[in-house]
């Protein structure tokens, strides 16, 4: 960074507000906080018109954006990989030297707990049901086309946003000394525009951004755990109970996010990954075992050999459009939506790591985990509705969020065994919620504070009231209409954010090649003082 550029970041530091214990950029935060509350008042005072509102605009974007949300996701995967397999992978984040600050296995737990979130217990049963009829150009005659279109929306694709964003962020916050927030992924289009209104701007929509899609997240998983109480426990299956169990979780999260990245944040995602890992090996053991793997490895087959086929499927006609903008559409603007969020916290606990490490580190063991992890679900969902004339779709259209506790019902008749399954699948969609509340406020937080490393607590403390907040107000439109409301705002803030991501991608096309070089230059450095010490060596003398 040259004298100039230091000259601007100390300018853009000392735009933020510094009193009463805050450290924040004033235009993000509060133009993002009056957003929040005008839509939290809107939903709230008018549930019935903000539903239908956020419904229409939705509906406009599905039939004129599907395209751009399909050609974003592409885009991301396939230049991911080709940055992962070129002489670029080789690039690490940091120093030339850096190590990584955490070891693989907790590297990992975080970056699978932060990027996974509650959706894979919620939709794991139902959506290979849901998927029995899909659009003629996703078909393929498999009796499996129903799990390979699940993979498609939790798979590779997912996880390539994901990749490619954190890479981003790293590599120009880490390697080239640009504060660590989302506009410093514009410098090489921008220049010193990114420390005026146009970078707050982005940091404002990327905030934004964050805060819906986790709203998403928490929305769904506070009906599931109250669906498995109420099985459990025969506590109500109400709003005022979903009420509360926000406020009591809301508060946990606050607790681990006040901790920190590496006491509260990484024991709870190492924990998350043992308790759901031991429940998904239950139901595998208890339920019906050889389908589920035979399963599992027909449906991978398909969704290899369908790979390009699927992943490029733009609908055209009205049935199929609104087939995808219930589906692909919603869940590509999901991970869109989530990227600021996942990508974020991906990079910062990446630092030392090579961009190969990332690339396919990002995509190959979640994309194998989590679609392990949905077959184990929705294998057992499918054949459980098989044996009982259609229970598990029964469950679906009376509550969906209630379809995986149904099933657990019919996978054993130990009365023991539904217990301990229900009680462990709750125990982990808590921790789910509680890991993406804390390390989303966190992100929100550095986002708010323009890069921050360690924002203060008090900020972190409000915004991770903030997120409990949008989940309550959508919560209380209640019913189907708050599921719809949620997913309507994801896709209509996944609509900028797709233009970003191909911003990013030119923004490291035409930076990581002057990067190289200097990589270069520095291994043939380390190369040479390695040969220098070999010959000055006595031994080799």
Do not use: C
């Not at 004298?3 to 214990?21: A, C, D, L």
């Not at 399909?70 to 030339?96: D, H, M, P, Q, W």
């Not at 009680?423 to 890991?435: E, G, K, M, P």
């Not at 992100?443 to 504070?449: A, E, G, N």
């Amino acid at each position: 960074m040259n004298k100039k550029e230091k000259e601007q970041e100390k300018k853009f530091y000392s735009r933020n507000f510094t009193k009463f214990g805050l450290d924040m950029n004033i235009f993000v935060s509060a133009v993002t906080a009056v957003l929040v509350l005008g839509f939290i008042i809107f939903t709230i005072a008018k549930p019935t018109v903000s539903a239908e509102f956020f419904s229409n605009i939705n509906i406009m974007f599905n039939e004129h954006f599907n395209w751009l949300y399909v050609f974003t996701i592409n885009a991301s995967f396939f230049f991911l990989i080709f940055i992962g397999f070129s002489k670029f992978g080789n690039i690490r984040l940091g120093e030339y030297s850096s190590k990584p600050e955490y070891g693989n296995v907790a590297w990992y737990a975080m970056m699978f707990s932060a990027g996974i979130g509650i959706g894979v217990f919620f939709y794991g049963v139902a959506e290979p049901i849901y998927h029995l009829n899909v659009p003629t150009g996703l078909q393929s005659g498999s009796i499996f086309d129903n799990f390979k279109i699940m993979y498609l929306h939790w798979g590779a694709h997912a996880w390539a946003v994901y990749g490619l964003f954190a890479i981003g962020l790293g590599y120009f916050s880490y390697n080239k000394g640009l504060p660590f927030a989302i506009r410093s992924l514009f410098y090489p289009l921008l220049k010193d525009k990114i420390y005026g209104i146009l970078g707050d701007l982005i940091d404002t929509v990327a905030t934004l951004s964050v805060l819906f899609g986790l709203a998403t997240s928490l929305g769904l998983g506070v009906q599931q755990i109250n669906s498995g109480l109420s099985y459990v426990f025969g506590i109500p299956n109400e709003t005022n109970v979903q009420v509360i169990l926000i406020i009591g979780i809301t508060f946990i999260a606050i607790l681990s996010v006040v901790s920190g990245i590496s006491k509260g944040i990484k024991w709870l995602s190492e924990a998350n990954i043992v308790v759901s890992s031991l429940l998904l090996l239950a139901i595998t053991l208890i339920g019906p075992t050889t389908y589920i793997i035979s399963t599992y490895l027909s449906s991978i087959g398909i969704y290899l050999r369908d790979f390009l086929n699927i992943g490029f499927f733009t609908a055209t006609n009205p049935e199929d459009i609104a087939w995808q903008g219930k589906w692909t559409v919603f869940y590509w603007a999901w991970w869109i939506s989530w990227a600021p969020f996942v990508g974020t916290f991906i990079a910062r606990i990446s630092k030392g790591r090579t961009i190969r490490q990332i690339a396919f580190g990002i995509i190959a063991l979640p994309t194998a985990a989590i679609t392990l992890a949905m077959t184990i679900l929705g294998a057992s969902g499918i054949y459980v509705n098989n044996l009982h004339n259609d229970v598990i779709t029964k469950a679906i259209e009376s509550n969906v969020a209630t379809s995986m506790f149904v099933m657990f019902n019919y996978l054993t008749d130990s009365g023991l065994l539904q217990g301990f399954l229900s009680i462990i699948s709750v125990i982990a969609i808590i921790i789910f919620f509680v890991t993406s509340s804390d390390s989303g406020s966190l992100v929100v937080s550095s986002l708010t504070s323009s890069g921050l490393e360690n924002p203060p607590k008090i900020q972190r403390v409000f915004w991770a009231i903030m997120e409990g907040t949008i989940a309550l107000s959508v919560l209380l439109i209640g019913g189907e209409a708050a599921l719809q409301t949620i997913e309507s705002a994801v896709v209509i803030l996944g609509l900028p954010f797709s233009i970003i991501f191909i911003m990013i991608i030119i923004s490291l096309s035409k930076e990581l090649p002057e990067s190289y070089k200097e990589y270069s230059r520095k291994k043939r450095i380390t190369l040479k003082n390695r040969l220098d010490r070999i010959r000055d060596d006595p031994k080799f003398k």
